[in-house]
Nanobody
Framework: QVQLVESGGGLVQAGGSLRLSCAAS????????MGWFRQAPGKERAFVAA????????IYADSVKGRFTISRDNAKNTAYLQMNSLKPEDTAVYSC????????????????WGQGTQVTVSS
């Protein structure tokens, strides 16, 4: 069993930055891929970024590539999403999730989810 708790969301002006954190419980964190997803009002949950268990491989959605950076600190059982140059269209609830050992962008392959944190970008 893995429990995930996100933090770091908030209200920011366009062009600003936020850093989301995802704290995980459980001893298997180091062996699991991690992902960030977001859901805007009236839209389906969408993939944002993923990182392999080792942290050596990352994948990004085209919409955030070059602006967002996913990372992890396995010693702290924590994953991060650094978001720069934020745009109003980045407004959403952001959730972290864990997958199996392999990195993946597929929502259904993520077994454990956090409760989400709201990010609001004003224009």
């Amino acid at each position: 069993q893995v429990q995930l708790v996100e933090s770091g969301g908030g209200l920011v002006q366009a062009g600003g930055s936020l850093r989301l954190s995802c704290a995980a419980s459980g001893r298997t964190f180091n062996y699991r891929g991690m992902g960030w997803f977001r859901q805007a009002p009236g839209k389906e949950r969408a993939f944002v970024a993923a990182i392999s268990a080792s942290g050596l491989t990352t994948i990004y959605a085209d919409s955030v590539k070059g602006r967002f950076t996913i990372s992890r600190d396995n010693a702290k059982n924590t994953a991060y999403l650094q978001m720069n140059s934020l745009k109003p269209e980045d407004t959403a609830v952001y959730s972290c999730a864990t997958s199996g050992p392999a990195i993946t962008t597929t929502l259904d392959e993520y077994a454990y989810w956090g409760q989400g944190t709201q990010v609001t970008v004003s224009s």
